[in-house]
């Protein structure tokens, strides 16, 4: 999928170099211009293709709903058109076709590549409008890491998207499983967790943790490590910290510690539910469906930190989508832009927050009654939201998406145990490179 949704990204590319009518390759997202080279899809309303499912996607359209009945602009229409593969692609041909909705849920990999053809309305103009931006107090109230993960250094650091539904990373333990083995709790460091690993394979005979191999991951278990994945534009697959994730995940391989579940399920969470493992890495966004699946029983599981290579310098990384609106006028720009202001204000987060298990991305819901509330129930929550202040972003660089495919197919030949550790960090950062020098 991900190699898909890669050349689709350079046809775009292409198309934005090629199309006579199209805005200029060149930094195409660092100008302010409001004129409309691309057709809204709806002249009526503003479009806005979401990906929220069930219970959030009906909160997500009571919201559009309540902002349309005070907003005197075009009314925002959700529509649900997929998963963000689905997404990317209609985005893409839509690009192409030069009609597009308003504004979409994107990840920094897929903004990159709408950005080469000029498609991306920026956003530092509106949010510095004194009229209609936001204030100084707002913008310090959001995580830095929420918004600086929006700010696109091959597009003159340009805000090309706003942070929109978040979580982190974090371990997923099961305490009935630990306790089997004898272990006091879930593991602070990646030393305490391969030796936890070690002992619940020779005291229960099973393995310790089910890997779901996904390249964010990955860069948070690097994170982690105190490293970086890239570095004034430099990848850094090679360098120390690296080398000791791929190593990590060698010996949990060939100690049969752990094993990798099949590509998009989620069969780690099943075999976590179901007393078949110690550990998960996965979303904290993941932690409603899995207390429903743990019987709702807050003692049978828990949710924590990553692991640190030195917890005195903790860190994770960012997940979940942003909003990234596209220049089809400014009537249609102006709806969108209003909207994402309403979305991201403190109560409407404290509403998604706490009927979603997303997490609220500005830091003054601290100490709200109804968060705190909220929190007091799901600990778990809070722990999470306390790592918005730790949490790392992925390059958001054009070509990464081919990255992450490159990444993923390392970790599995490891876990394949096809190569050892340092041979595939050292594989992936020749690979990776070559891969970014096509852009």
């Not at 994107?106 to 209609?132: F, I, K, N, W």
């Amino acid at each position: 999928m991900k190699g898909l949704l890669w050349r689709i990204g350079i046809a775009i590319a292409l198309a934005g170099l090629t199309a006579g009518c199209g805005a200029p390759a060149s930094s195409p997202a660092a100008t302010t211009e409001t004129s409309a080279p691309f057709a809204p899809l709806n002249s009526g309303a503003a479009l806005f293709w979401d990906r929220q499912t069930t219970e959030s996607a009906a909160l997500m359209r009571a919201l559009a709903d309540e902002f349309n009945a005070g907003h005197a602009g075009l009314p925002i229409q959700v529509e649900h058109v997929g998963g963000y593969g689905e997404i990317f692609r209609k985005v893409s041909a839509s690009i192409q076709a030069r009609s597009l909705p308003a504004m979409v849920v994107s990840y920094e990999s897929m903004t990159a590549q709408y950005a080469v053809s000029g498609a991306v309305r920026p956003l530092d103009d509106l949010v510095s409008d004194p009229a209609t931006g936001l204030s100084g107090e707002d913008l310090a109230d959001f995580f830095p890491a929420v918004l600086e993960t929006n700010r696109f250094e091959d597009h003159k650091s340009a805000l090309l998207s706003f942070p929109f539904t978040k979580s982190v990373l974090m371990l997923y333990y099961n305490t009935r499983v630990l306790a089997e083995a004898g272990v006091a709790g879930p593991p602070q460091t990646w030393a305490a967790f391969l030796e936890a690993a070690r002992t619940i394979k020779a005291k229960t005979g099973k393995k310790a943790y089910a890997i779901s191999v996904d390249c964010s991951t990955l860069s948070a278990m690097i994170f982690s490590h105190g490293g970086e994945v890239m570095k004034e534009h430099v990848l850094q697959y090679d360098r120390p910290a690296a080398i000791a994730v791929f190593e990590l995940l060698e010996h949990l391989a060939r100690e049969e510690l752990a094993y990798a579940i099949p590509p998009n399920t989620f069969d780690d969470e099943v075999a976590l539910s179901n007393d078949q493992v110690a550990f998960t890495l996965r979303t904290s966004a993941g932690s409603a469906p899995l207390a429903l699946a743990m019987g709702n029983d807050a003692t049978r599981w828990g949710m924590t930190r990553i692991p640190q290579a030195d917890p005195d310098h903790p860190a994770t990384i960012l997940f979940g989508p942003n909003v990234t609106l596209f220049r089809v006028g400014q009537e249609q720009e102006a709806a969108a832009w209003n909207f994402v202001k309403f979305f991201t204000r403190k109560d409407t987060m404290i509403r998604w927050a706490t009927q979603t298990g997303y997490l609220p991305v500005r830091q003054s819901v601290a100490g709200d009654p109804v968060m705190e509330a909220y929190w007091a129930g799901q600990p778990g929550n809070r722990t999470a939201f306390d790592c918005l202040s730790i949490a790392r972003s992925e390059p958001n660089v054009a070509g990464w998406q081919q990255v992450r495919d490159l990444v993923e197919r390392a970790a599995s030949a490891v876990i394949g145990k096809l190569m050892s550790g340092r041979e595939a960090a050292l594989d992936l950062q020749q690979k990776a490179t070559a891969a970014l020098a096509e852009y």
